[in-house]
């Protein structure tokens, strides 16, 4: 996409009262601080928000687990509320990304998080299976989507040469709060009940949230006019072919860390509680993993070229997880699934981001790839469900599904790198 040559842009100046300075800059030649306290700040809080965005949904195998015991619901249905929840946090990605662009950051985090934490409290007086759907499914996920996408609008205007690396550094609030927030459900459950367990989980998400608001500080001015949908990116091959990736990769993502500890306890024989520990240790592993992904997308083979590895990798991880069936293999599918799942996951966007030349963009275009992903996310783990349910409880088609479809991302995003750069083995893209 060519940048726009008459582009105007108002640069906040950060040192001088965080007033708006009018400086004339085009799209190509904008030059970021790419450092300082106040750009690494915003990847603290982007991290902040990552916790609550994406370590919430990615922590709802406890709860499959706790609602299948108590409601006694069929796999496939219990996971339409993980899968909606999921699906209008990528929905709703368009909007905000186009309101981030517009100037709406705080406004829109704190939107985002007042419903995030909302919802926690009503899910914790749900006792019946609609109730718990329209509290965590819906309310929490249209939160988490809203909240998502203007710390990475922020991130990307503060950094240009080490853009993956402050994108993979903010993801790792993904796995972390992944880490916290099942923890703090699965340990306390015995000794205060599921409802206070919710609570607290809640009063855990309220304190993040005010921190991450405190630290946010748009760099650029808004973008008041442009579209919601910018139809043109559709007519890039690399666009579109990157959108298709995404789409695949997430349809089969999230059947690891949704059924990994009920595959553990039917299967490899673990108890409860010890099955829950394979989903720490999972999401522990995508910590470290992400900003290792990012350093490698930055100074070695760019970042498309390491989504693009590190999603046949974790394809890979999911095709051996058939083979494992003791309680020592599932440890260690557990930190090869962790790790490769971080390290895709953590240069996700700035792969992206090395295809979009105007940084004003960035919200709305990655936007519109989450609207399109949504899909995916929804339709993921009830399929994988509902394969499990038709295989009379063998997990084994689910795993060969999931594990073809991730080979089949890498394959697109392979496509996308070389309709961007050609044939080009060495190519940093």
Same mark, same amino acid.
Request: net charge neutral; glycine share 10%.
């Given at each position: 996409m060519a940048p726009e040559p008459d582009?105007?842009?108002?640069?906040?100046?950060?040192?001088?009262?965080?007033e708006c300075v009018a400086v004339p800059v085009d799209a190509a030649d904008f030059q970021p601080p790419d450092g300082g306290l106040v750009?690494?700040?915003?990847?603290?809080?982007?991290?902040?928000?990552?916790?609550?965005?994406?370590?919430?949904?990615?922590?709802?195998?406890?709860?499959?687990?706790?609602?299948?015991?108590?409601?006694?619901?069929?796999?496939?249905?219990?996971?339409?509320?993980?899968?909606?929840?999921?699906?209008?946090?990528?929905l709703t990605c368009t909007f905000s990304g186009r309101s981030a662009d517009a100037g709406y950051?705080?406004?829109?985090?704190?939107? =985002?998080c007042f419903l995030t934490v909302f919802g926690t409290f009503m899910t914790s007086l749900a006792t019946e299976y609609w109730e718990i759907f329209l509290a965590q499914g819906v309310c929490t996920g249209l939160g988490l989507g809203v909240m998502f996408m203007p710390p990475l609008a922020v991130i990307s205007s503060y950094f240009r040469r080490k853009r993956s690396l402050a994108l993979?550094?903010?993801?790792?609030?993904?796995?972390? =709060?992944?880490?916290?927030?099942?923890?703090?459900?699965?340990?306390?459950?015995?000794?205060?009940?599921?409802?206070?367990?919710?609570?607290?989980?809640?009063?855990?998400?309220?304190?993040?949230?005010?921190?991450?608001?405190?630290?946010l500080r748009p760099k650029l001015a808004p973008r008041k006019t442009g579209p919601l949908i910018e139809w043109e990116a559709f007519k890039?091959?690399?666009?579109?072919?990157?959108?298709?990736?995404?789409f695949l990769f997430f349809w089969a993502l999230y059947f690891g860390s949704f059924f990994i500890n009920a595959y553990a306890r039917n299967v490899a024989g673990?108890?409860?509680?010890?099955?829950?520990?394979?989903?720490?240790?999972?999401?522990?592993?995508?910590?470290?993993?992400?900003?290792?992904?990012?350093?490698?997308?930055?100074?070695?083979?760019?970042?498309?070229?390491?989504?693009?590895?590190?999603?046949?990798l974790l394809g890979i991880v999911s095709l051996a997880w058939i083979a494992v069936t003791s309680r020592s293999g599932m440890y260690?599918?557990?930190?090869?699934?962790?790790?490769?799942?971080?390290?895709?996951?953590?240069?996700?966007?700035?792969?992206?981001?090395?295809?979009?030349?105007?940084?004003?963009?960035?919200?709305t275009r990655f936007g519109?790839?989450?609207?399109?992903?949504?899909?995916?996310?929804?339709?993921?783990?009830?399929?994988?469900?509902?394969?499990?349910?038709?295989?009379?409880?063998?997990?084994?088609?689910?795993?060969?599904?999931?594990?073809?479809?991730?080979v089949l991302s890498a394959a697109t995003l392979a496509a996308a790198r070389c309709s961007s750069t050609g044939l080009k083995w060495r190519a940093k893209i």
């Open positions: 582009l105007e842009k108002k640069v906040q100046d950060t040192n001088s009262d965080n750009a690494w700040s915003q990847v603290v809080a982007g991290c902040l928000v990552n916790m609550l965005a994406w370590g919430y949904p990615s922590a709802f195998g406890v709860y499959q687990l706790y609602y299948r015991d108590t409601l006694r619901l069929p796999e496939a249905q219990i996971s339409w509320i993980g899968s909606v929840q999921t699906f209008l946090a990528f950051i705080r406004s829109t985090v704190v939107a =985002g993979a550094v903010s993801a790792t609030g993904t796995g972390l =709060g992944s880490v916290i927030f099942p923890a703090v459900v699965q340990y306390l459950i015995p000794r205060v009940g599921f409802a206070w367990a919710v609570r607290y989980s809640g009063f855990v998400a309220l304190g993040i949230a005010v921190v991450a608001v405190s630290l890039e091959v690399p666009y579109v072919l990157y959108t298709l990736g995404a673990f108890s409860t509680t010890d099955s829950v520990q394979l989903i720490l240790i999972l999401n522990g592993l995508s910590v470290p993993s992400r900003p290792v992904a990012g350093f490698i997308a930055d100074r070695c083979i760019g970042p498309i070229n390491t989504y693009a590895l590190m999603t046949l260690v599918f557990a930190v090869f699934f962790g790790f490769t799942n971080g390290a895709a996951q953590g240069v996700f966007v700035g792969s992206l981001a090395s295809l979009t030349k105007d940084p004003q963009k960035m919200g519109m790839v989450c609207t399109i992903v949504a899909f995916a996310t929804l339709a993921g783990p009830p399929t994988s469900g509902a394969i499990i349910d038709q295989s009379g409880g063998k997990y084994v088609w689910a795993q060969l599904w999931a594990g073809l479809v991730i």
